[in-house]
């Protein structure tokens, strides 16, 4: 089993949704994250003053999923985040020893 | 007593009321997100504490019988002989003087609430109470007295100012430059952003600024009159052509126009028009407010050059506005708006005005700044007035009032009940655990 974490760009998850829903993916967990990457942050003007905004905002996601599906889970976060500008975000993908579905009880590839 | 002049002051002392959790909105949004209670509070907490005060020595010290032009008397001490017959000097000769009291008493509440946006984000709110009650009572009643009393010494010198160009935003504006003088700037400040948290609320409180200030200057004719009429449209006027000023001088210098420069640009239109505003006619009026928001617009800039931590711009909005509008009155000012004012350069008044108000923006520039720098520092060596570097850094909702503006998230611990409090009885349904002595 692989835990497969990705960072994109905030207006780009309905996309992904969508392209990991098509390859039978059923549970995703998204959280509001802030970075910087080669994109850098930008700038704010606030009466004249400006700042430089370190981290832009993105958006987290994880997956869990069985070892045969990881390629396809990574193929599909990566066409639907892709705009081809800097600052598209990264996939990675962690090996998880254990996932257990709280309600039942079930462990392994059936919590998945 | 005239029933129209009456109702009309009746609803402008609401508006103006209305002003001050305007301004609280509009300060407030521009804080960041961990003091914007606190800093609603500055505003808010005035209503209440401005109000009594008024009521108690602040409306005698200003509109009491004259001490040789300088300041009132205790005639009116406790709103004693404030009543249904007009004021014994004739202001508001065809409304009752309780109502030109109340009426006074929303400005005296709001000048010295324009002074927190200076400080903001690093004040002990006892060092707050104290400063801007000895403020009330030291530098706001004396300056009103000078310019608004029909025997203070500068009405007498002949110097014009409609609503408060003076008395409201020069004398607010210097006050908060002495006041930050004392008080020192926020950690972090030059180096760290300190952005606005809530640029929505600064719009909302910008409207409502906007909204009351019709109540401030076209209130200030004391009737429903034709004088009330143009008032009404010069703030207007001076209010749009700020904002198109502010906004025309950061889309060239900054490339685009911001929705803070435009509120801003607002505000400083319609702190310049103040003084003017029944003196003017239309055009005058959009000369008056396009300069405001094009000189503040530049003035903002200054607490960077000069290093002196301004929080939300008071010096560079208030100060810089208040000193425009006084001083162009000298320009634009004409007989043929208001009879009892004076006509200016434009109408063929000469340099004559222009002089008195030179006076009059000095007189009040000095006085206040000296009397405010006295009271921050008598505060700041006895109460306090700033608060611990720790407080600071935690944000003062928490430090200062053990709230917080916004909890977005279940938040974990437990009902800490205090020591006396008796036990929560125990019935079915809610069950409160009581933790001796204080969990969390």
New interface residues.
Partial sequence: MKLVVAVIKPFKLDEVKDALEAVGIRGLTVSDARGFGRQKGHT??????????DFVPKTRLEVAVDDDHVDEVVKAIVTGARTDSIGDGKVWVIPAEQIVRIRTGEKGGDAI | MDTGDTAWVLVSSALVLFMTPGLALFYGGMVRAKNVLGTLMHSVFAMGLITILWVLVGYTLAFGSDTGGLIGGLDFLGFHNVGNEAHPAGLGATIPHSLFATYQMMFAIITPALITGAFAERIKFSGYVAFMSAWLLFVYAPVAHWVFHPDGWLFKLGALDFAGGTVVHINAGIAALAVVLVVGKRRGFGKEPMVPHNLTMTILGTGILWFGWFGFNAGSALGANGLAASAFLATNLGAAAGAVGWALTESRKDRKATTLGVASGAVAGLVAITPAAGFVGPLGAIAIGLSGGIVCSWAVGLKFKLGYDDSLDVVGVHLAGGIVGSLLLGVFSTVAVNELGTDGLLAGGGMALMGKQIVAVLATLAFSFVVTMGIAKAVEATIGLRVTQEDEIVGIDLSQHSEVGYSLSETSGSFAARPEAPPAPATTGARVVVTEGGGA
């Fill in positions: 704010e003007v606030y009466r004249g003053a400006e700042y430089q905004v």
